[in-house]
Structures are given as structure tokens and as C-alpha cells.
């Protein structure tokens, strides 16, 4: 894979907004090849569908209130909180009060990053 590695700074007010899914909303702020954040954006309702992926994940609350379910296990969970997905382990959200969650992975989401690029 070639070098990837997005600008130093993140600017919100500047950087694009992608659309992922009914009232589910993303930016990057900043990645390489090992690395990526994002800070993406639910509406009341809106539901991160349950996935797995080869990636560690980790997320923070930014706003909001979430149900999040990892594996078996689910929680609420609200500003300030997070949560670990192993690499392969089920995981999703439901958005109780929208909210903003920062989610990081190691390595590259290389499915997001083409999102970029399109």
C-alpha cells in the first residue's frame, strides 16, 4: 500500500462531511497507513448496524446517548463514556439522543479511506 497520511491539522469547519446512512454522518480527522479517527455524527434513531472488521476500534462519547452492543453485552452509554471492539467481534450502535461519537482504528479503515477519494 502506498504512504497514507492525511494534513496535520484538522479544521472541522473546513474539512467535507460524508453521508453514511439515514441520519449517520462522518469527517476524518486524521490518518495513516497504522491509524484513523473519525468523528461521526448521529441523528435520534439513527443505528449503527451491526458489523465486524479486522480492526481494533476504539470510541468515545463525544455528546449524546448510545446503546452500544458488543458481542453478547450491551450498554447505554453517554458523554464521556467509550467503548473497545476487538478485531472480528460483532458491535453497533442505536442512537437514544443524537450525538457525536470519535471512533479510532488501527490500521486504516482502507473502506473509509476510499470514501475520500471517490
Known sequence: MNKILSR???ISSCEPVYV?????????IGYTNDIMTVKVF????AIGYTHSHPHVQTAYIDSGKFE????????ILEAGDGFVAEPNIEHGVVCLEAGI???TFNPIREDFYATINK
Not at 448521529?42 to 434513531?45: A, N, R, S, V
Not at 452500544?68 to 450491551?74: A, K, L, Y
Open 8 to 10: 496535520p491539522f484538522f
Open 20 to 28: 453514511v446512512d439515514k441520519g449517520v454522518t462522518r469527517q476524518f
Open 42 to 45: 448521529f441523528e435520534k434513531g
Open 68 to 75: 452500544v452492543t458488543i458481542g453478547n453485552e450491551t450498554q
Open 101 to 103: 461519537i470519535i471512533d
